[in-house]
T-cell receptor, first 113, second 115 residues
Framework: GDSVTQMEGPVTLSEEAFLTINCTYT??????LFWYVQYPGEGLQLLLK?????DKGSNKGFEATYRKETTSFHLEKGSVQVSDSAVYFC????????????FGRGTQLTVWP | EADIYQTPRYLVIGTGKKITLECSQT?????MYWYQQDPGMELHLIHY???????EKGDLSSESTVSRIRTEHFPLTLESARPSHTSQYLC??????????????FGPGTRLTVL
């Protein structure tokens, strides 16, 4: 079945460091790919998405490129801020009537000043 | 910005009580979901609905039940709460799409503690 494997955390970085959180997926066909972010005490918010191979999703300085050849959708940011501290979830979905999304286990990011 | 609401945000209750967690969305979305989030952060789908009068169980077995009488409303009920039900419950919705991108929009969550 469909699944997502993402880098285990926690990840701890200093402010302005480069961030990469790895995500690989298993799915048949041509799934859409998502990154969600969860700040403390809140629900998940969509951070970015990509719907076809080679698409790049971007938002708030974060980027991820849909790589079908490596079945990956790694999240990157060139210079993290303290306010980026949160849990990040990678997800895949196939646009079926079910509307199911399959989430990774989440990666906790802490950024220190 | 998505408009999906959950109440209460926090609930502390004794064992054996019946509780209902409310979830409402104002976007007219057909599909709605309930997730249980454990302390390790992992999300588990426990219920979903394609539309009015349609409900299905998710991947994680749950003693809770849901109903979908109105498009905008998807409450979750526990008939007899137990300490093992202590968790964060997240509600989400998504629009009917064609060729799709099943973006789900999440509510803020209800943190339930059963003593």
């Amino acid at each position: 079945g469909d699944s997502v494997t993402q880098m285990e955390g926690p990840v701890t970085l200093s402010e302005e460091a480069f961030l990469t959180i790895n995500c690989t997926y298993t799915a048949t066909g041509y799934p859409s790919l998502f990154w969600y972010v969860q700040y403390p005490g809140e629900g998940l918010q969509l951070l970015l998405k990509a719907t076809k191979a080679d698409d790049k999703g971007s938002n708030k300085g974060f980027e991820a490129t849909y790589r079908k050849e490596t079945t990956s959708f790694h999240l990157e940011k060139g210079s993290v801020q303290v306010s980026d501290s949160a849990v990040y979830f990678c997800a895949t979905g196939r646009g079926s009537t079910l509307g199911r999304l399959y989430f990774g286990r989440g990666t906790q990011l802490t950024v220190w000043p | 910005e998505a408009d999906i609401y959950q109440t209460p945000r926090y609930l502390v209750i004794g064992t054996g009580k019946k509780i209902t967690l409310e979830c409402s969305q104002t976007m007219g979305h057909d599909k709605m979901y309930w997730y249980q989030q454990d302390p390790g952060m992992e999300l588990h789908l426990i219920h979903y609905s394609y539309g009015v009068n349609s409900t299905e169980k998710g991947d994680l077995s749950s003693e809770s039940t849901v109903s979908r009488i109105r498009t905008e409303h998807f409450p979750l009920t526990l008939e007899s709460a137990r300490p093992s039900h202590t968790s964060q419950y997240l509600c989400a919705s998504s629009p009917r799409t064609s060729g799709g991108t099943d973006t789900q929009y999440f509510g803020p969550g209800t943190r339930l503690t059963v003593l």
